[in-house]
Every structure is written in C-alpha cells, then in structure tokens.
C-alpha cells in the first residue's frame, strides 16, 4: 500500500517504468515501487519521480572496533577500525545475527548523524586506520558508503565493506573503485538454503566475490557461518572450498564462524567447535592457505600460518595479537615465502578494546 511522500537522499541507479513504476537498479531484487513505497531493505523508497536513501547520513551507532572483528586478519592487523551501520537490509535471513539493526524498520530513531567528511576528520582524529560499513549492509546505503569513502581517502583513511555481495554489477563496481578491502559473506553453497533462508541467489554472490577478487584491487576476505544442518555438510564444504580455490584462488583468508540461536532461527544449537575445526581442515586440504575459525576459543585456528614452513606468522587469542612472524616486506621471517594480505611494517597494538564513539560530541570537541 501506498503511503505519503519519503524524504531522502537522492539515490543513484533506478529506471522509469513504462506502467509509471519506478524501479530500483541497485541489487539484483529490483524493486518496483509506486509513489511513498520502500524497497524490501526498508531504506530505499520512491518519492515523486525518483528513488531516494532515506538513511543518508545518519547511523545506528559508531564504535572503534579491533580490524579482527569484520573479521578481516590480513588487512592492517592489530589496528583500530571506526565502525557504522544504518538500518534495514536487503537479504531476509532468518538466522540474522545483527537483527536488531538490519530489520529495523525505525528509521527516525537512527542514533547518530554525521556527514562523510565528519566521519573521515573522527577516524584521524580517533587514530583508526580505517572505517567500516558493517552491522548492516552498506550495498543498500551506497551513496553514502561511497561518499564516505571518497571522503576517508582524501584524508588517507582506507575503507573496509561488510558485506552480503547481493547487488548489481554497475553498483558493485562504483563501491569497488573507492573501498580498499571487503569481507564478504558466503552465507552457504546452494541455491536452496540461499532462496528457503534469504530469498536471494547464490549464484549473484558467487559473481560478486569473482568481480572483487580477479578483476579490481580490493583486498578481499570470506566468512561462511556454518549452521548446524543446513550448511555444514562434508559434501558442502567440500565443493565451496574447491569453487573458491579454482574461481578465486588460495590466497583469500576464508573464516569459519560459530552460529548462535537467534532471530527467527531459535531451535537450532549453537555450532559446536569441532564442525568450525572440520570445515577448516577440508579447506586446507583443497590448498586453502589462510583459513580461520571464529566465535570460538581457538587461537590455533585464529592464527595465520606460513604456508611453505609451517611457522606461525600472525598469533591471535580472540582479537589480541599474539605473535608477528612477518618481516617488513609481508614475509615469513624464518622462509621468506610471501603472505598474502596488506600489511605495514610492524601491527597495530589496539587490542580486543570496543570503543563506543558519539560523532555529535567528537564535532563539538573540534
């Protein structure tokens, strides 16, 4: 049903029906709208003649969060990260683990507002190497992710996407030429968990990880949340680890992470360590160098290893660094293979700290 006119941003990639409908062009759902409608992610609505972002802008929170947590291991390790989300998504999993942001339909009580260029002067001001879009997915707030990273690089803050990859190719590439790394979620491999789960299509994930990885430079990295019967099969595991390593190869660091009950998905167990140890031995076995475990006490399958001797390159217990085995070139200090990442000469010391961070006040302070 119709409702009256949304103010917003005005949003870029929608085309004009010729039954009056006006179409939203930025993932593959492509929304038809009349007049006063939003799209599935709740974010994205028509008003007159157009497609606007109503959460332009304006955030559910900022919070300083070790670079681990997106998670991302081998991109400026041990270092601080500024961390935002808005409201609403585009996927509707019932396994959500960040529900209370991503479903949320209360736009006006979006906590924080800040412009692009405030976000940028908070990340140097805050000493965080970069910012993340994260919490909910910024595929569906794209103009203010780009314009947000347009504005970080201007002050030599480097970007990172959080990511589901459900979104069309000319969307996908405008991101891609102004964020410096992503993580993706490769929620499953089958079709059927993809539509039963979250009504979308593995195969559009699937070409959005090949774009990143083979044809721009974004540094790139995979997390799979295995759920205990649904997408934690040998069988599974076994022909996502042989996709990945024949379409995008061994160097991308894939994390395994425990589920746990929540959302509308209450009745399944939380993942028991063994299935994440599992999934990280198949990978391994198909040449994977870089696999993790996550959500879990592990630091052995939290650590980086040296794929030619077997040295531990990066010690992690949680998000705390344990140990640097890197010498200033990104090599294995004992072999001198490479490690596959982007790394600075020495890691940051930020630790597992979570800093809640209220750009208003941070503007008031400049």
Known sequence: MATSAIHGFPARYWTSLPDGQIQCDVCPRRCRLQEGQRGL???????????????????SGYCVDPIEKKPLNH??????????????????????????ISKSREVETLSDEAPPERIARAAVALECRSVAFTYNDPVIFLEYC???AIACREQG??????????IEPEPLQEMARHIDAANV??????????????????????????????????????TT???????????????????????????????????HPD????????????TLQRA?????????????????????GGSSWCHACGERLIGRDWYVLTDWQLDASGGCRRCGAACAGVFEVSPGTWGARRQPVRLADFEARA
Request: glycine share 6%; net charge negative.
């Open 41 to 59: 992610c709740f974010v994205r609505a028509r008003s007159g003649d157009e497609i606007v972002l109503t959460t332009y802008g304006r955030s």
């Open 75 to 100: 991109f400026l390790p041990g270092t601080p990260v500024l961390s935002f989300g808005t409201a609403g998504c585009n996927l509707t999993c019932r396994f959500c683990q960040n529900w209370d």
């Open 146 to 148: 780009v314009d947000t």
């Open 157 to 166: 803050i480097k970007t990172v996407a959080v990511t589901a990859g459900y």
């Open 185 to 222: 979620d490769l929620k499953a491999f089958s079709e059927s968990f993809y539509q039963k789960l979250c009504s979308a299509e593995l195969r559009r994930v699937l070409e959005s990880l090949e774009y990143l990885v083979n044809e721009t430079a974004v540094w790139v990295e995979i």
């Open 225 to 259: 949340l295995l759920i205990p019967g649904e997408n934690d099969s040998d069988e599974e595991i076994h022909a996502a680890s042989r996709w990945v390593a024949d379409r995008l190869g061994v160097d991308v660091p894939w994390h395994f992470t425990a589920f």
């Open 263 to 274: 959302f509308r998905m209450r009745d399944k167990q939380r993942t028991p360590e063994h």
């Open 280 to 300: 990280r031995t198949i990978a391994r076995s198909y040449g994977h160098r870089y696999v993790f475990t996550g959500n879990v006490h592990d630091p052995e």
